[in-house]
């Protein structure tokens, strides 16, 4: 979505919330520091709010913001609202829900992914169904694989496997499953943890 505003050349400022100044974002947008007071004063004044999933307890969308949820993966699981107590505390699901009734759009990958997203939210506004834009930006990525495997220094017929855990897993060291991946499979092991973890 970032990619495809600036491409637009709109003449609008795009900011991109960030955790610290080592994060890369497209050229052309502006990093803010997640919970600076720049990041404060830009969340609370932007015309077009992107987000993924929440934000913190105190926001409220201000009259004339336009918010777009986007979620943050596909609905394979039971989610706020329709997830048992002990998986999703309360005061999150009551988060949700106060902020879903601020969601001006919500985007889905599928008809499907719609009916649980907004459902678990108990959010009713309009919906548009399309192409993860995260999806696209890997799909497009796997076309480039010699490159990307020569910036991470991995020989060019060596095997990759992409270990995204969730938070829910319990292992204290990831590199051990990592590690037994790879071994199992003659491949190296890359590993995104999660944010939560």
Known sequence: ICEYLLSANTGFPIWVSVRDDRVEIPEGAIPVITGSDAWYDKLTRAKVIVGNDNFPLWFRKRPGQYWVQ??????????????????????YRRLMKRQASDWDLLLAQSDE??????????????VLEGEYPRNLALARAMQETASIKAKLGIPPGKRVILWAPTWRYLGEDLAFPADRI????????????HHMK
């Open 113 to 126: 992914a719609a009916q649980r997203i907004a459902g678990s939210a108990y959010y009713t506004g309009p």
């Open 182 to 193: 790879a071994k199992d499979n003659d491949a190296v092991v890359l590993v995104r943890g």
């Open 70 to 91: 986007t979620w943050h993966g596909w609905p394979i699981k039971r989610l706020l609202f329709d997830a048992h107590p002990n998986f999703v505390g309360l005061s």
